[in-house]
T-cell receptor
Framework: AQSVTQPDIHITVSEGASLELRCNYS??????LFWYVQSPGQGLQLLLK??????LVQGIKGFEAEFKRSQSSFNLRKPSVHWSDAAEYFC???????????????FGKGTKLSVKP | DGGITQSPKYLFRKEGQNVTLSCEQN?????MYWYRQDPGQGLRLIYY???????QKGDIAEGYSVSREKKESFPLTVTSAQKNPTAFYLC??????????????FGDGTRLSIL
């Protein structure tokens, strides 16, 4: 069965510092991978997605993520964090349903990002 | 603007009561989903529907029910059988013919609490 692990529950970085949020997945084939961001009391917003091709994908708000098949990882990065980036971040992998259809997502438990001034 | 509307934003349930959470989308998406979010637990799938008049149980369907009579609407009922309903509930939709993965678009959620 597919699974997603986000090893860091909570990360604090200083404003202007670089950021890397870790995501490891378990999946038998080429995965469909997503990063979402959630502000308190809000829904999730898609930051970026990887389906195939270039392993470095660019997203909104200056975020990028790199797919590394050998490490089963899809880490999210940002070169310089802004105070408005404080939120919770979720990694997700596209799941196989019964009969081989895909469409559901399996989410990691999230990483909460705090930003120090 | 197209999007997903969840209502109400806050909901309170009395013991033994069923409550219904509304989810409406005007994105013309085929698939719709309900998730439950608890602190530190991430998102867990309750039910999903890929077409009208069809829906499937997710990982934690017990104590919940849904209907999909219209493409735009996917209401979730939290029944009295759900003994721990306090959580944040998120509805999502996607362009989702089978065998493809598309991003899911989320509503702003409903927070359900027990009185």
């Amino acid at each position: 069965a597919q699974s997603v692990t986000q090893p860091d529950i909570h990360i604090t970085v200083s404003e202007g510092a670089s950021l890397e949020l870790r995501c490891n997945y378990s999946y038998g084939a080429t995965p469909y991978l997503f990063w979402y961001v959630q502000s308190p009391g809000q829904g999730l917003q898609l930051l970026l997605k990887y389906f195939s091709g270039d392993t470095l994908v660019q997203g909104i708000k200056g975020f990028e993520a790199e797919f590394k098949r050998s490490q089963s990882s899809f880490n999210l990065r940002k070169p310089s964090v802004h105070w408005s980036d404080a939120a919770e971040y979720f990694c997700a992998v596209g799941a196989d349903l019964d009969g081989g259809s895909q469409g559901n997502l399996i989410f990691g438990k999230g990483t909460k990002l705090s930003v120090k001034p | 603007d197209g999007g997903i509307t969840q209502s109400p934003k806050y909901l309170f349930r009395k013991e033994g009561q069923n409550v219904t959470l509304s989810c409406e989308q005007n994105l013309n998406h085929d698939a719709m989903y309900w998730y439950r979010q608890d602190p530190g637990q991430g998102l867990r799938l309750i039910y999903y529907s890929q077409i009208v008049n069809d829906f499937q149980k997710g990982d934690i369907a017990e104590g919940y029910s849904v209907s999909r009579e219209k493409k735009e609407s996917f209401p979730l009922t939290v029944t009295s059988a759900q003994k721990n309903p306090t959580a944040f509930y998120l509805c999502a939709s996607s362009i989702d013919p089978p065998y493809s993965n598309q991003p899911q678009h989320f509503g702003d959620g409903t927070r359900l609490s027990i009185l």
